[in-house]
């Protein structure tokens, strides 16, 4: 939800503009900071900022995207695969237009996944007289692609982050550096035959897509159609510590989203995932439904981490408005009942709120800034920050902080 000055805002962030009284208040009567989230030389992805975020040293543990997934899916990963997120997305006149497929619903993703698993993976399959290739239904737009063999040493370009940009040329290569050959025991495929691979899923799947009927429909009434696979993000099956293991205060806990990468980086945390009815990852998910999960976890858990995609996903539409109204849903319909419920509680909570990084509305991709943070617990001594954002934040008395310094304080707080 962090975001940049807007000129239609008066020049005020979103965050500043934003009807947020409940995030102001913790703000006021807690301590502020702003937090590094993406170590140098990572993309500014959701994958690194929330692991990072939990605390871990993303040079030991990133695989990317995909792995995450693959957990939270429920797909057991094994040596010898490669996973690697694969959206279905909205091309137009050679151009990427959507990384959503037009906003593609699960129940009809599912089935475009059946349809490229019969006529693309199995084709491939055959071919190379073993299964090399198959799809994996996530949710919405967010799906998995697993390579037998495959090597993670490719570049391939997020379709967030190229919104309105010829697909062509960001289609997957090798790694320079290890564009040659084999690259460790783990794979079968150099970088080069993984990058060739996945242009031609890519390229047939441009193929086939318009003509499943799903498209078709779509076409007839001048809807944006959801034609083309795009992967990206993917690795090896990664080696996570669970946050029980890093730190001796949690016993137990619990993740909350509608995201299945947040889902797998808890799962690899050791968190038990709680999967809320209604939960979408857009601005019309079920934040009371989050809420009341996060209070009925604290009821047993001493860590329940909350994840909502909504502000994310308007960045991406470049939606403003639409924006706005999800800050104001977050604060209103999540925070505001959790912290009075914590109210009640007989143990203290300590609550903290913070973006994973911007995704400004102007720009429409994530880029790698600090982000605003607030830790609250009822009596403690606040700072002179009155109101949370990205501006106010810079004044707190946390300062900046960096990677897992983060979660070194929020866990070393004892009330």
């Avoid at 050959?181 to 799947?205: M, N, Q, V, W, Y």
């Avoid at 502000?311 to 706005?324: I, V």
């Avoid at 709120?353 to 991709?365: A, G, K, S, Y």
Wanted: include cysteine.
């Amino acid at each position: 939800m962090a975001d940049h000055a807007v000129e239609r805002l008066g020049g005020k962030t979103l965050l500043q503009a934003a009807d947020k009284p409940m995030m102001d208040f913790l703000a006021k009567n807690g301590r502020t900071g702003r937090l590094i989230t993406v170590p140098e030389g990572f993309p500014p992805g959701s994958e690194v900022a929330n692991t990072a975020i939990l605390g871990y040293d993303l040079n030991k543990v990133y695989e990317g995207r995909g792995p995450l997934e693959a957990a939270s899916i429920g797909y057991d990963m094994q040596p010898d695969d490669f996973a690697i997120r694969c959206n279905i997305i909205t091309l137009e006149d050679g151009k990427i237009i959507t990384h959503n497929g037009g906003n593609l619903q699960t129940e009809d993703a599912r089935v475009l996944i059946d349809y490229l698993n019969e006529t693309l993976a199995k084709p491939i399959n055959e071919r190379e007289g073993c299964e090399r290739v198959k799809f994996i239904c996530g949710i919405q737009y967010r799906h998995l692609l697993v390579i037998k063999g495959g090597n993670k040493h490719i570049e391939c370009a997020p379709p967030h982050d190229h919104p309105n940009e010829e697909w062509k040329g960001l289609l997957p290569t090798p790694c320079p550096s290890r564009a040659g050959g084999e690259t460790g025991s783990r794979t079968g495929l150099s970088p080069a035959a993984t990058a060739s691979l996945i242009s031609e899923l890519i390229l047939k799947s441009q193929e086939l897509l318009p003509q499943h009927p799903y498209n078709v429909a779509k076409a007839a009434k001048g809807e944006r159609q959801a034609n083309s696979i795009w992967p990206w993000s993917g690795g090896y099956r990664p080696s996570m510590q669970t946050l029980m293991e890093q730190y001796p205060q949690i016993k137990s806990g619990t993740v909350i989203s509608a995201v299945d990468l947040i889902q797998g980086i808890g799962k690899y945390a050791g968190l038990k995932i709680v999967k809320v009815p209604g939960a979408t990852g857009l601005a019309d998910t079920n934040y009371e439904g989050k809420a009341q999960a996060a209070i009925d976890a604290l009821q047993h858990d001493d860590f329940v981490f909350v994840h909502v995609e909504a502000t994310d996903e308007a960045g991406h539409d470049g939606d403003l408005d639409l924006k706005l109204r999800a800050i104001n849903y977050l604060d209103q319909r999540l925070i505001k009942p959790i912290y009075e419920a914590t109210l009640q509680m007989e143990e203290p909570v300590c609550i903290a709120v913070l973006p994973d990084h911007p995704t400004p509305v102007e720009l429409r991709i994530h880029v790698n800034e600090p982000v605003p943070f607030l830790i609250y617990y009822k009596g403690m001594e606040p700072d002179d920050v009155q109101h949370y954002d990205e501006v106010s934040c810079v004044g707190g008395a946390y300062g900046l902080l960096r990677l897992n310094q983060f979660m070194q304080s929020f866990m070393s707080i004892d009330h």
